[in-house]
């Protein structure tokens, strides 16, 4: 079993960025999030789940949806065995719980029942 924990959510006015984090655990020894492929999803009120980026394990390459495309950016820090959600620019529409995901990444989309374990979430809120 892994666990998956989000941080780094909170209030920003439009325009402004916000760095979330995700981490990850498990009781199988040698488990390292950096031999996953992480995936981060978003949920807006009232809106399905939509898989914004994802980040493979075997070379580090990502995806983007056309949605963050040119201003979110995910990255991995291996020492600390995490993966990274950089939000520039952000919108209104940006205002969603946020998910962290891992088992799986694609060029050609996210769907979400191919991620095998999922975070709890944490609250965006893009707003003046």
């Known amino acids: 079993q892994v666990q998956l924990v989000e941080s780094g959510g909170g209030l920003v006015q439009p325009g402004g960025s916000l760095r979330l984090s995700c981490a990850g655990s498990?009781?199988?020894?040698?488990?390292?999030?950096?031999?996953?492929?992480v995936g981060w999803f978003r949920q807006a009120p009232g809106k399905e789940r939509e898989g914004i980026s994802c980040?493979?394990?075997?070379?580090?390459?990502?995806y983007y949806s056309d949605s963050v495309k040119g201003r979110f950016t995910i990255s991995r820090d291996n020492a600390k065995d995490m993966v990274h959600l950089q939000m520039n620019s952000l919108k209104s529409e940006d205002t969603g719980v946020y998910y962290c995901a891992a088992g799986f990444c694609s060029d050609d989309g996210m769907p979400a029942n191919e991620y095998a374990f999922w975070g709890q979430g944490t609250q965006v809120t893009a707003s003046s």
């Open positions: 498990s009781s199988k020894s040698g488990f390292a999030l950096a031999y996953w492929a």
């Open positions: 980040i493979f394990s075997r070379d580090n390459s990502t």
